[in-house]
């Protein structure tokens, strides 16, 4: 991990009219490290990510690109500084195959003309540095499974070869196999050192692959974590804002019931 974040934001604020859905917002990720993006629905993760990736830029605040203050008003800019994000929505066409999503608005072509046998050559190139395990990468995508699904849609995130990824929701819906192949290319990012930054509600996935964990409630910070000397407990007190609440009540049976 460098000494410096890679990114930086602080004091980050965004209004929608009567609505603030950020106040003040800070955050910080360095190279080769997992921050997990935790709160309730509501809390403002969605509007920070956006904030980040250009798509609606902060009304206030400052962001740092490795120590210099940047400007971050479009998709585009976030994306020349190395910024990448994996929406839930994934954006993959379905009547494409691997190769064709891959590289999908940044084709490479010789001589005027789509170079197939360069672009195949990368894909699987690509694939298999982050062991990703795909029947053909001239297979449709509507074909895949939802976990191969979202290991394309992450593997096409890296083509730009950002500093940065933001990954929103990357095991939502997915199966236990599924779920496990994603935590692992998560970690595989961890390893290529690059700055991840993990938006997610599953308390099991963050506690599996996080390094630290940042907890947003109302749009405001509410608690930074280290991994390995909090528990889920904690977490979820920062989350709901109490220390007493059904979840943690539930837990607290749980670990009752096992003694």
């Not at 990736?53 to 585009?76: C, F, K, L």
């Not at 891959?102 to 694939?127: I, T």
Request: glycine share 8%.
């Amino acid at each position: 991990m460098l000494d410096g974040p890679v990114l930086t934001l602080r004091g980050i604020s965004k209004r929608f009219g009567a609505v603030q859905a950020l106040s003040g917002f800070d955050l910080e990720v360095h190279a080769g490290e997992v921050v997990a993006l935790v709160g309730d629905n509501g809390a403002g993760k969605s509007t920070a990510v956006k904030a980040i990736a250009g798509v609606n830029p902060p009304d206030e605040g400052v962001i740092e690109w490795e120590g210099r203050r940047v400007t971050i008003s479009r998709p585009h800019d976030a994306q020349n500084l190395g910024i990448a994000t994996v929406y839930q929505d994934l954006a993959l066409c379905d009547n494409l195959d691997v190769v064709g999503n891959l590289f999908l608005g940044r084709e490479l072509r010789r001589f005027g003309v789509l170079d197939e046998v360069r672009m195949d050559r990368r894909a699987r190139e690509l694939l298999d540095t982050l062991s990703i395990r795909i029947p053909s990468v001239r297979i449709p995508v509507a074909s895949l499974s939802g976990g191969q699904r979202q290991t394309v849609a992450i593997a096409r995130s890296l083509i730009g070869e950002p500093r940065v990824v933001i990954l929103d929701e990357p095991t939502a819906a997915l199966g236990v196999e599924q779920t496990a192949q994603v935590l692992d290319l998560v970690e595989r990012l961890r390893d290529r050192g690059l700055a991840t930054i993990l938006i997610s509600h599953n308390m099991v996935d963050v506690m599996a692959v996080a390094d630290r964990i940042a907890v947003m409630r109302l749009g405001r910070n509410n608690g930074f974590f280290d991994r390995r000397s909090t528990t889920t407990e904690e977490i979820i007190s920062a989350i709901t804002g109490a220390t007493d609440s059904a979840v943690t009540r539930r837990e607290a049976r749980k670990r009752e019931e096992e003694r």
